[in-house]
């Protein structure tokens, strides 16, 4: 990375810790959540930056990948996961924080326990730097959660990050994997998760995530005019159904299908705990580089 690069990440930190201390100030239990979405994309732009991936709301046992249709009138509830990726030129900060909506608090114990563990996860970085095997990463997280009476799930992870790629081929486990090969210099999202369930996540229906996995041709004229649109404004980032139906109208939906039927695109499904028990997900991104570490998001 050049001092640029490192600028562009700094400032998508930046704004992506800002977003994190928006939400939890404003998001109350009941908004619908296709308008908040739509609300804290808005701030990203108007804090300088770009989206990274579609803002994902998770609710209770929807672990991960899930954001909301433009129109989606489901209600802010429970426990909620919100996963954010700010993008500047192309540097993502990835960061996600868990809001407990219950009346009670009843999830507050949970949630200090990522929290936990990705502190000391990121400690653990902090003092090794580049030469952290990335076994050890899981392990310490894996502890963390399970010494404070919770369960990590072990099917998702963190993950390394380059410019336009959220997922760069670095896979940070919450587990011992191990894998014991160290984790170099680079971009990287730590984001452990955590249940009360058995810590199993499995696919289950469309996301509202897709993206752009290869060049294609459409004859359909508004899938053609959508493709121009995702070349110049997304390339291989993520996008929503959303954000389409905010550009393109009802006729986002048909040029999405057409885009998927000739392979051009492809859909992310939902991630959901498999015995059905309320989920969290804490993360931050950091840069390990010239011997330094450092937290981006936080």
């Known amino acids: 990375m050049d001092k640029k690069q490192i600028e562009d990440y700094r400032k998508a930190g930046s704004i992506a810790k800002q977003i994190k201390e928006y939400c939890k100030k404003t998001i109350k239990q009941g908004e619908e959540l296709g308008k908040l979405a739509e609300r804290i994309e808005a701030k990203i732009k108007e804090l300088g930056g770009d989206i990274g991936f579609p803002v994902n709301l998770c609710i209770d046992d929807l672990a991960a990948h899930?954001?909301?249709?433009?129109?989606?009138?489901?209600?802010?509830?429970?426990?909620?996961?919100?996963?954010?990726?700010?993008?500047?030129?192309?540097?993502?900060?990835?960061?996600?924080?868990?809001?407990?909506?219950?009346?009670?608090?009843?999830?507050?114990?949970?949630?200090?326990?990522?929290?936990?563990?990705?502190?000391?996860?990121?400690?653990?970085?902090?003092?090794?730097?580049?030469?952290?095997?990335?076994?050890?990463?899981?392990?310490?997280?894996?502890?963390?959660?399970?010494?404070?009476?919770?369960?990590?799930?072990?099917?998702?992870?963190?993950?390394?990050?380059?410019?336009?790629?959220?997922?760069?081929?670095?896979?940070?486990?919450?587990?011992?994997?191990?894998?014991?090969?160290?984790?170099?210099?680079g971009v990287f999202a730590i984001e452990p998760f955590a249940t009360y369930g058995n810590g199993i996540v499995y696919e289950g229906d469309v996301s509202g995530d897709y993206q752009l996995v290869k060049e294609g041709q459409v004859r359909d004229p508004t899938a053609r005019q959508v493709l121009t649109w995702l070349k110049e404004n997304k390339s291989t980032l993520p996008f929503s159904e959303r954000e389409l139906e905010r550009e393109f109208g009802s006729k986002a939906k048909l040029a999405i299908k057409r885009l998927e039927e000739a392979g051009i695109i492809k859909s992310f499904g939902r991630l959901i705990e498999k015995s059905h028990q309320p989920t969290t997900q804490i993360e931050n991104t950091l840069i390990i580089y010239d011997d330094k570490v450092e937290v981006i998001s936080d």
């Open 66 to 185: 899930s954001t909301p249709a433009l129109d989606d009138d489901t209600p802010a509830s429970g426990l909620l996961k919100i996963d954010i990726g700010v993008s500047v030129n192309g540097a993502i900060a990835d960061t996600a924080i868990t809001i407990d909506l219950t009346e009670d608090n009843r999830h507050k114990e949970i949630i200090k326990a990522t929290e936990e563990a990705l502190k000391k996860a990121i400690e653990l970085v902090k003092k090794n730097k580049s030469e952290t095997k990335i076994n050890e990463i899981g392990a310490i997280i894996s502890k963390t959660i399970t010494d404070l009476g919770f369960t990590p799930i072990q099917n998702l992870s963190g993950h390394s990050i380059d410019l336009y790629q959220i997922h760069s081929g670095i896979t940070i486990p919450n587990y011992d994997n191990k894998n014991d090969n160290e984790l170099g210099e």
